[in-house]
Antibody
Framework: QVQLQESGPGLVKPSQTLSLTCTVS??????????WSWIRQPAGKGLEYIGR???????NYNPSLKSRLTISLDTSKNQFSLRLSSVTAADTGVYYC?????????????????WGQGTLVTVSS | SYELTQPPSVSVSPGQTARITCSGD??????AYWYQQKPGQVPVVVII???ERPSGIPERFSGSSSGTTVTLTISGVQAEDEADYYC???????????FGGGTKLTVL
């Protein structure tokens, strides 16, 4: 059974960089054709796709966050990470890591079958 | 920018059928997925690839697709089905994901 667990600071100051790590257990992050993904949810609001990284290290980001976002993979630790720079209060919310599947064409992003429990990140001075 | 559009809320009485729609221009090309999220909990996928039901999901949950609209149907709604439901798909190129705004299902 694959499990994902987010970790990182719960409080980040405005203009600083938000850094989170997702540790994957129950399977190798470098096996299979999965998209290791980040999703966030502001309090009381809906889900927002942040971005993903493939097992080969190729990334894709939400266009609205692309200029501030970096997602990376550390296969030696079975982890992937998110860095979001120049944060504001609008970046406050619960951040989830998740495993995304590929659709039948072998490329398109499918659904997310395993999720972490989520971690609350607050941007405040 | 590409969006998936859902109604903000749907209300039904117990035992009735709830239908939640999701519209998007790329849906004829990309599969849709549906997630159920109860307060304080992690989203759970209830429908994959437009109409398939993952193991462990009750048979009363079904999905369908027609053109640019996909529909989540919950037959014989139970009180425990009260939750927020989100559709999710990919843009026309399949590169990045996106979610609908979510629909709050209220069981009267």
């Amino acid at each position: 059974q694959v499990q994902l667990q987010e970790s990182g600071p719960g409080l980040v100051k405005p203009s600083q960089t938000l850094s989170l790590t997702c540790t994957v257990s129950g399977g190798s992050i470098s096996s299979g054709s999965y998209y290791w993904s980040w999703i966030r949810q502001p309090a009381g609001k809906g889900l927002e796709y942040i971005g993903r990284i493939s097992t080969t290290g190729s990334t894709n980001y939400n266009p609205s966050l692309k200029s501030r976002l970096t997602i990376s993979l550390d296969t030696s630790k079975n982890q992937f990470s998110l860095r979001l720079s120049s944060v504001t209060a609008a970046d406050t919310g619960v951040y989830y890591c998740a495993r995304g599947n590929r659709q039948g064409d072998g490329f398109s992003l499918g659904g997310f079958d395993y999720w972490g429990q989520g971690t609350l990140v607050t941007v405040s001075s | 920018s590409y969006e998936l559009t859902q109604p903000p809320s749907v209300s039904v009485s117990p035992g009735q059928t709830a239908r939640i729609t999701c519209s998007g221009d790329a849906l004829p090309k990309q599969y849709a997925y549906w997630y159920q999220q109860k307060p304080g909990q992690v989203p759970v996928v209830v429908i994959i690839k437009d109409s398939e039901r993952p193991s462990g999901i009750p048979e009363r949950f079904s999905g369908s697709s027609s053109g640019t609209t996909v529909t989540l149907t919950i037959s014989g709604v139970q009180a425990e089905d009260e939750a927020d439901y989100y559709c999710q798909s990919a843009d026309s190129s399949g590169s990045y994901g996106l979610f609908g705004g979510g629909t709050k299902l209220t069981v009267l």
